[in-house]
């Protein structure tokens, strides 16, 4: 075979390993981000466990494996620093969203409770327009 040949073959043999490399790294990040946004809010042990080991792999700080987070950020070209903020301030607002849902009376009341309707007041001279409440004209306390 030819010197320039074998070059090229062997170009293309490297740049196949890298880019399955590269795929089975972006797969890694993937599955990571899956159970990390899946089991935010699991209640069973394994649920649990598979999210708090998604969050420690995105937190974890200088990891030497070649899967580490930083790692494969740095080999795909990502900002760590973006997807670590955005993991969290997404988790935030889902745990608020989950607990607003499980509490229902720490949300505000939409409109039933202080809808007002018009009323005429006596006064000594005359007589003056005024507001209720649904619940004090509903009480009768005018």
Not at 33 to 50: C, H, I, M, S
Not at 113 to 133: F, L
Request: glycine letters at 8%; hydrophobic letters at 35%.
């Amino acid at each position: 075979m030819d010197p320039p040949n074998e070059e090229i073959i062997q170009g293309v043999y490297k740049k196949s390993i890298r880019e399955g490399e590269e795929r089975l790294m972006l797969a890694v990040l993937e599955s990571a981000v899956e159970d990390f946004q899946k089991y935010v809010l699991a209640r069973n042990p394994r649920g649990k466990q598979l999210f708090q080991h998604a969050e420690g792999w995105f937190l974890e700080k200088d990891g030497e494996g070649l899967f580490s987070f930083e790692k494969i950020c740095e080999t795909l070209g990502l900002h760590p620093d973006h997807i670590q903020t955005g993991l969290m301030v997404w988790k935030e607002a889902r745990l608020k969203t989950s607990s607003l849902q499980a509490h229902p009376a720490s949300r505000p009341k939409l409109a039933s409770s202080r809808i007002e309707q018009p009323a005429i007041v006596p006064r000594q001279y005359g007589y003056r327009a005024t507001t209720y409440d649904s619940q004090t004209w509903k009480s009768g306390n005018r």
